[in-house]
């Protein structure tokens, strides 16, 4: 079962799932769809969320309402219905713009906006529910996902999703600052192959998903021109405030949980991903 309210979600971006999933339109913070999709359930996979951080800076009362009181409203149903697990989807945004060097787990949170508050708050919160209750949780902190289907439009639009569509249309591509800053960048089939592995590793398990290396924009750039043949020409724009220099997840612990991800390595997925969005090649099949 998916439950989506489809606010930045695309329901054509499930199609290959139909046969294998019944999809519901809904709010996660409405207790009556709780209850009617709950029953039965036995590992809940929670990635909704308002996912900005600038929406929550620009809208901190929804923000805080659906990644955090949803989160408890869905996990208190989850409880109820009698599901083992909740898995959660919590983000790298928790360690805060300050942080530096390789980030690993037991680094002090330092959350600087309504959406990073809201995700380290639903992760106490989980932990709650798993000390308190025997209610199984595991909190996935992840660092800059990218990969197909990632929405280019969206006016919170993402890195790479946004560089390969103005290299697609010819346009120049903007870096805001030097384009030296850093991000951890995650292909998303290493996202989901995680979640799989989250649904049996330890309870309690509070982890990094992330590659353990840091890029800049300007190699972003560089292997998405290679691969749809496009000499990128970007405009440099002023430094956004907030912006944070650098981002890199210290992967140890993820590794000793889940093995190795054993898929292309980082240049390989970016060149897939701008070639799927290319048309190029065939859609990603996430079902066998
Ligand atoms: N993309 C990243 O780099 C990244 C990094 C860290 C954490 N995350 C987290 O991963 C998860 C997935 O994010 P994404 O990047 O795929 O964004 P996304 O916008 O594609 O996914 C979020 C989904 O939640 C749905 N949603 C929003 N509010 C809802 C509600 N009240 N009830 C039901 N559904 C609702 C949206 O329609 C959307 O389909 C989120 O929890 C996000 O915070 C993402």
Request: contains cysteine; negative net charge; hydrophobic residues 40%.
């Amino acid at each position: 079962k998916i439950l989506d309210d489809l606010s930045s979600g695309h329901e054509h971006n499930l199609l290959e799932l139909r046969p294998h999933a019944e999809f519901v339109c809904g709010d996660i913070r409405d207790p009556a769809m709780l209850d009617r999709l709950l029953p039965g359930v036995e590992l809940v996979f929670h990635l909704a969320a308002l996912p900005s951080v600038v929406y929550s800076v620009e809208h901190p009362v929804e923000s805080l309402s659906v990644n955090w009181q949803g989160t408890l409203a869905l996990a208190e149903a989850a409880r109820r219905h009698g599901a083992r697990r909740l898995i959660f989807s919590s983000s790298c945004a928790v360690y805060g713009p300050r942080a530096s060097g390789a980030l690993s787990e037991d680094r002090r949170p330092d959350p600087a906006s309504p959406y990073a508050t809201a995700k380290i708050g639903a992760e106490y919160l989980l932990s709650n529910f798993h000390t308190l209750y025997g209610f199984e949780t595991v909190c996935l902190r992840y660092f800059n996902v990218f990969g197909p289907r990632q929405d280019p439009d969206s006016p919170y639009g993402a890195v790479i999703p946004l560089f390969v569509k103005a290299l697609l249309d010819r346009r120049q591509p903007v870096i805001f600052g030097d384009g030296n800053q850093t991000r951890d960048f995650v292909p998303v089939e290493q996202v989901a192959w995680t979640n799989l592995q989250a649904a049996t590793c330890p309870p309690g398990t509070i982890v990094n998903v992330g590659n353990g290396r840091q890029t800049n924009l300007w190699e972003i750039l560089r292997v998405l021109g290679d691969a749809l043949g496009v000499a990128p020409d970007p405009r440099l724009e002023p430094e956004r405030a907030g912006d944070i220099r650098e981002s890199l997840a210290d992967t140890t612990l993820n590794r000793a949980v889940f093995g190795t991800f054993d898929g292309p390595d980082l240049p390989a997925s970016l060149a897939r991903t701008a070639l799927w969005f290319a048309g190029r090649l065939p859609e990603h099949r996430f079902v066998d």
